[in-house]
C-alpha cells in the first residue's frame, strides 16, 4: 500500500509537546504582572473624599493579593476598572489646564466602596499612574477594555503560502508501506528512507516545483517538525512503545503505591518478553524451532535519482523462514528466503501459509516430535486462522510429528533471526546504487540465504477460501484469539481432524484443547485450490515506472536491453484492470496488555 507523510495535530508531531509556560516571553509576562512588592501606608488622610486611613493594614495586604490573583493583564485591568471611575472636567478652573477627564479612586472593604487618594491606590496594588490613566482613558474614550497589545504571532498571514508550499512539497513524498510501520499507541509515526535527512529534502525542495524563493532551511524544519510526525529509517529500530509508556509515567508519579504498580508491570512485561526469547532460544533434540517474518518491502527500479522518493515503485517481496533455534548460527542451509514480485502474487496470508507448507513438508523432521513456529504478531499476515489451517492440514499427514506450537512475541519484543539476515541484506543493497531486475535482489538475498521463487518452487495455495469453508470463525473460538501468545495444534482423537489449544500466557499451560471446525467438518476436508502466478498491477504505479524510466534513461528507455523486464511488464498488463487486493491484509497488531501479573 502506498502512503503519503499526513498533516498531524500538534501534539504528536515530530518535535515534542510544546510548554507555553517555560517560554522566556512568558516568563517576562507573568513577572510583568505580578507583585513587585507589598503595600505601605503613603498617606494619613481623613476626609469624607479620601478615607485612607480608614482602612487597616490587613485589608491593604488583603486587596493586594486578591488583585494579584489573577495573573493575567486583562483581569487586573478589569478590576481597576470596576475600582475607578472617570468623567469628563466640566468647568476649566484655569485656562492652564490641559487634562480633559479626572479619575477618582476608591476600594471595596467589607462590601462598601471606600474612596481614597490616588497615591495611597497606587500602592496598595503597585500599579503605577500610567497604567489606570491608560486603562481609564481607554474605556472612556473607546468603550472598551484594554487588550493585551504585546506579543502574538504577527507573520501568520505573511507566511501562510509559504507554509503551504512546503506543506505540500512533504504530502507528495513517499512513506514506508503502512504494514511495515508496527503501531505504537501514541503516535502513529510515518517513515522516510533512512537516506534521506531535513537538510536533503528541503534541498530537493529548493529544486521543486512546490518551491518559494523565501523559504529558509530553518523555515522549512520548523514546518517539518510542527505539522507532521515522519521519521527517517527504519521503524522497527524504534524502542518498544509499552517500555517507553510506562517509563515515562514512571517519571512522573510521585506517589508511592502508583510507583510500584508501574515498577512491577514494567518488570513482568520485561519478564514475558524474556520468556518469548526463552521459546525462541531453546535447544531440544526432539524439538525443531521455524521462526519467520517478512522483509519490508525492496523497491525497484533502484536509481540514484530524487525521483524515486515521489514514484511508485515494483515491490519484490521477501518472506524469510529460519531453521533453528536463535543461539544457532545462520547459514544458507538453514535460511530460506521465499520470494515473488508484487505483479506475481499478493503479499497476504495464503502467501505466508504456503510457504509454511512448504518449509514443513521440506524440513528435516529425523528425531523431531514437535514443531514450533515462531513468528510476530502481525494478524494480517501471520497471526490468524489460516496460518493455523495450513498447520493443521500438515499436521495430519504427518504422523510422526506430535504436535506443533505457534509462538508469538511481547509487541515490541519481535526481534528474531530473520531480522539479522534482513539487516546483512540491507547493508548490502545500500551499497549498490542502480537495481533493476528483481533477479539483482535475488542475487544479494541469495548470498545470506537459500532463495526460493514462490509460483515455482513453492506452490501457492489459497488457504484463505479453503478455510473459510471449514472453519468456525475466530470469534466463536473458546479462547480469544487476539489476546493468545501461543496455540498449540495436537491430532483428535476422531481420525481425520486437530485440535487447537490457545494460551495467553508463555509459562503455564492453562487452556484446553478445543475443535475449530464448524459442525459436520473437519480438518481433513481442508483442500485449498492452487493460485496461478500474474495478478494486475495498479495502473499508476504502472505510469509512475514508466515516468521514472522515461525521467532517468529518455523517452527510448524500452530498447534498452537491460530494461526489458519492464517493457514486458507494461505491455502485457496495461489493457487490464486494476484489482484491489482483499479487505483486511494490513498489520493489526494489539498492543500489550499489561495488567494481568503472569508470564
Ligand atoms: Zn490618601
Ligand atoms: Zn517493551
Redesign the pocket.
Known amino acids: 500500500m502506498e502512503v503519503h507523510p499526513s498533516e498531524t495535530i500538534n501534539t504528536i508531531a515530530r518535535k515534542r509537546k510544546r510548554n507555553p509556560d517555560k517560554w522566556k516571553k512568558n516568563i517576562a509576562k507573568r513577572n510583568r504582572y505580578s507583585a513587585k512588592s507589598l503595600p505601605t501606608r503613603v498617606c494619613e488622610h481623613d476626609q469624607p473624599a479620601f478615607r485612607c486611613s480608614s482602612i487597616k493594614t490587613t485589608e491593604m495586604l488583603k486587596l493586594h493579593q486578591n488583585f494579584y490573583v489573577h495573573p493575567s493583564k486583562k483581569t487586573q485591568d478589569a478590576i481597576i476598572l470596576k475600582l475607578c471611575s472617570i468623567k469628563p472636567i466640566g468647568k476649566r478652573t484655569t485656562s492652564r489646564v490641559t487634562k480633559q477627564t479626572s479619575i477618582k479612586y476608591s476600594v471595596f472593604v467589607g462590601g462598601s466602596k471606600v474612596p481614597i487618594c490616588q497615591k495611597f491606590f497606587l500602592s496598595i496594588f503597585g500599579v503605577t499612574k500610567h497604567r489606570v490613566s491608560y486603562v481609564m482613558k481607554k474605556f472612556f474614550y473607546v468603550g472598551e477594555i484594554s487588550h493585551e497589545a504585546r506579543g502574538g504571532f504577527r507573520q501568520h498571514e505573511k507566511f501562510s503560502e509559504q507554509k503551504q508550499s512546503v506543506k505540500q512539497f512533504i504530502q507528495n513524498l513517499k512513506c514506508m508501506e503502512s504494514h511495515y510501520c508496527r503501531k505504537s499507541k501514541c503516535a502513529e509515526r510515518q517513515y522516510l528512507p533512512p537516506e534521506l535527512n531535513i537538510k536533503k529534502l528541503y534541498n530537493m525542495y529548493k529544486h521543486s516545483e512546490h518551491m518559494k524563493p523565501d523559504v529558509k532551511l530553518s523555515y522549512f524544519r520548523y514546518v517539518f517538525n510542527n505539522f507532521f510526525n515522519i521519521g527517517f529509517g527504519s521503524p522497527q529500530t524504534d524502542v518498544?512503545s509499552?517500555?517507553l509508556e510506562l517509563s515515562e509515567k514512571l517519571k512522573l508519579v510521585t506517589n508511592a503505591a502508583e510507583k510500584n504498580a508501574l515498577i512491577t508491570q514494567k518488570r513482568v512485561?520485561?519478564l514475558r518478553?524474556k520468556a518469548f526469547f526463552d521459546k525462541l532460544r531453546e535447544q531440544r533434540d526432539d524439538l525443531k524451532i521455524i521462526s519467520f517474518d517478512c522483509q519490508k518491502n525492496l523497491p525497484i527500479p533502484k536509481l540514484p535519482d530524487q525521483i524515486c522518493y515521489y514514484s511508485r515503485q515494483l515491490y519484490l517481496y521477501n518472506f524469510t523462514m529460519v531453521e533453528g533455534s536463535s543461539n544457532q548460527p545462520m547459514t544458507r542451509d538453514n535460511v530460506f528466503a521465499y520470494c515473488c514480485t508484487e505483479d506475481e502474487f499478493h503479499k497476504d496470508s495464503n502467501l505466508i501459509s504456503s510457504a509454511i507448507y512448504h518449509r514443513l513438508n521440506e524440513t528435516d523432521k529425523t528425531g523431531i516430535k514437535t514443531i514450533r513456529l515462531v513468528a510476530d504478531g502481525c494478524g494480517g499476515q501471520n497471526k490468524n486462522s489460516i496460518v493455523i489451517a495450513a498447520c493443521s492440514k500438515w499436521l495430519l499427514s504427518c504422523s510422526a510429528i506430535k504436535s506443533i506450537e505457534i509462538v508469538f512475541p511481547?509487541t515490541?519484543?519481535s526481534y528474531m533471526p530473520p531480522d539479522r539476515t534482513f539487516g546483512v541484506i540491507e547493508k548490502k543493497l545500500k551499497r549498490q546504487d542502480v537495481i533493476l531486475h528483481p533477479d539483482e535482489l535475488k542475487e544479494v538475498i541469495s548470498q545470506t540465504s537459500t532463495v526460493l521463487q514462490f509460483g515455482d518452487e513453492c506452490p501457492v495455495y489459497d488457504w484463505r477460501e479453503a478455510a473459510r469453508k471449514i472453519l468456525a470463525p475466530t470469534t466463536s473460538w473458546r479462547v480469544r484469539f487476539k489476546e493468545c501468545k501461543r496455540f498449540i495444534l495436537v491430532r483428535s482423537k476422531k481420525p481425520g481432524n486437530i485440535l487447537v489449544r490457545g494460551e495467553t500466557l508463555y509459562k503455564s499451560d492453562i487452556g484446553t484443547a478445543t475443535n475449530i471446525c464448524k459442525r459436520q467438518k473437519s480438518i481433513s476436508m481442508i483442500n485449498p485450490k492452487q493460485i496461478n502466478k500474474t495478478i494486475a498491477l495498479n495502473k499508476n504505479k504502472l505510469k509512475d515506472i514508466n515516468n521514472l524510466l522515461n525521467k532517468h534513461f529518455g523517452k527510448d528507455w524500452p530498447g534498452i536491453l537491460t530494461l526489458e523486464y519492464y517493457k514486458n511488464l507494461n505491455i502485457s498488463q496495461e489493457s487490464l484492470t486494476f484489482t484491489s487486493p482483499p479487505e483486511g491484509e494490513y498489520c493489526h497488531e494489539s498492543l500489550?496488555e499489561v495488567s494481568d501479573l503472569r508470564i
Open positions: 518498544c509499552t517500555c512485561h520485561k518478553a511481547v515490541g519484543h500489550e
